[in-house]
């Protein structure tokens, strides 16, 4: 009670003080214009940042056409000099939307228990791994999987996978391809790893956002645990766990490091399951210091031009998602 006094004292003491002539007269217009020029300055960085991808990769649009550099399925840097992006997209969508769905029960599973079921000392050391995890740096995962997962999977699955396959369906073996370890699915593990983190922590925000009286309710008309969270709290927390979602999906689309140490960087169709592939993050790192013709350079950038665009459209995507299904006006647990 004095503490809260202390603080309701000290509240009218600051509103009551006597303020200067400069700041009755400019502090709240001097503030609302700041905010509102530096939310003008982050729309102009984005709208600059695409005008000067699009001006470096102009050539190569105009050369191959704006949905023909999209299509092209030649990557040829070295004697013809054709480009098109259409294998890096394909095996950015691939290998994103598999991250995805590989690591979405994981996140949802670990938040749901983090949220509802584990003791507040065990939630509190969950979040911190989960963070930890997080902020690893990509290049240190990308050196984890070279040395340590790539060959342990060659050796336990990738091998075995391969050797039945050539026992008994060798028809099937250029769609599995060569189980070298580095490829696309150790690149999908990989990354699946690395945005179960970033779901996770979304999804215990949004659960615990649920209003306290949506769990009453449900358990006043005689619900378990199970069915109070899969029947009142997922459900009204689904607009923040779509919003984590697809921010995973925008995290694995930009991947660059981890991915390219992994993946096999391979820039020609058709891809396998077990074999190399490329994605637009990996090819922009493999090639950018190695162009040395203006095409080759200008197909680089913009490759990246329609990578910034994809990524927008994802995180636009996000954001309406967690303003459309934002909470408010109840209390929470």
């Not at 503030?31 to 709208?47: A, H």
């Not at 598999?98 to 670990?110: E, R, Y």
């Not at 370890?181 to 925000?205: E, F, N, R, S």
């Not at 820039?267 to 990996?282: D, K, Q, R």
Request: aromatic share 12%; glycine share 8%.
């Amino acid at each position: 009670m004095e503490q809260n006094y202390t603080k309701e004292h000290a509240t009218k003491e600051l509103l009551t003080k006597n303020r200067s002539i400069l700041y009755r007269s400019f502090g709240d217009r001097l503030f609302s214009y700041s905010v509102f020029g530096l939310g003008i300055t982050v729309i102009l960085c984005t709208v600059l940042m695409a005008l000067v991808l699009y001006g470096d990769g102009a050539e190569a649009i105009k050369k191959f056409g704006f949905f023909g550099f999209l299509t092209g399925r030649v990557w040829d840097p070295g004697i013809t000099m054709e480009f098109g992006a259409y294998p890096f997209i394909l095996g950015t969508l691939i290998t994103s939307l598999a991250a995805l769905a590989i690591s979405f029960i994981p996140a949802i599973s670990v938040a749901i228990f983090t949220a509802e079921y584990s003791p507040r000392w065990l939630s509190s050391i969950i979040d911190n791994l989960v963070n930890l995890i997080a902020a690893v740096p990509s290049v240190i995962i990308g050196l984890w999987g070279i040395f340590i997962f790539a060959p342990w999977m060659r050796d336990t699955f990738y091998t075995h996978i391969y050797m039945w396959f050539l026992d008994h369906y060798p028809t099937m073996l250029p769609i599995v391809g060569n189980p070298i370890g580095y490829g696309m699915t150790t690149a999908i593990l990989i990354l699946a790893m690395m945005i179960i983190p970033y779901t996770t922590v979304i999804t215990v925000d949004a659960v615990k956002k649920v209003p306290k009286e949506q769990r009453e309710a449900a358990y006043a008309l005689g619900a378990t645990k199970w069915e109070v969270i899969r029947m009142a709290v997922l459900p009204y927390a689904r607009g923040g766990i779509l919003a984590g979602v697809m921010l995973s999906f925008g995290r694995a689309i930009g991947e660059t490091m981890a991915v390219a140490m992994l993946i096999g960087n391979r820039n020609n169709l058709p891809f396998s399951i077990l074999g190399p592939a490329s994605t637009m993050p990996s090819v922009i790192v493999n090639e950018f210091r190695e162009a040395v013709e203006n095409i080759h350079l200008s197909s680089i950038i913009a490759v990246g031009f329609y990578l910034f665009i994809i990524s927008l459209i994802v995180n636009l995507i996000a954001a309406y998602i967690q303003r459309k299904f934002s909470l408010t006006g109840a209390r929470t647990i």
